[in-house]
């Protein structure tokens, strides 16, 4: 039991110690939309659900292409 309630305190301890205010956002929003319209790294892709059978029988699966 003792060992328990020292490790509870240890963790909560050292998750106070990490918060540090210095990782939060940037409060001006117009850093926030510079960096949006800066680029994005996710791509679009199409996908489709298809329909295959074989001797297990039936099942769908999603598609996705370029």
Do not use: D, H, Q, Y
Not at 16 to 23: G, N
Not at 33 to 49: F, K, Q, Y
Request: glycine share 10%.
């Amino acid at each position: 039991m003792k060992a328990i309630v020292l490790a509870a305190l240890a963790i909560i301890a050292f998750g106070l110690i990490a918060a540090s205010p210095t990782m939060a956002a940037p409060a001006n929003g117009n850093v926030i939309g510079r960096a949006l319209a800066a680029g994005s790294v996710v791509t679009e892709v199409a996908c489709r659900w298809r329909r295959s059978c074989g001797p297990r029988g039936c099942f769908s699966r999603r598609v996705c292409w370029r």
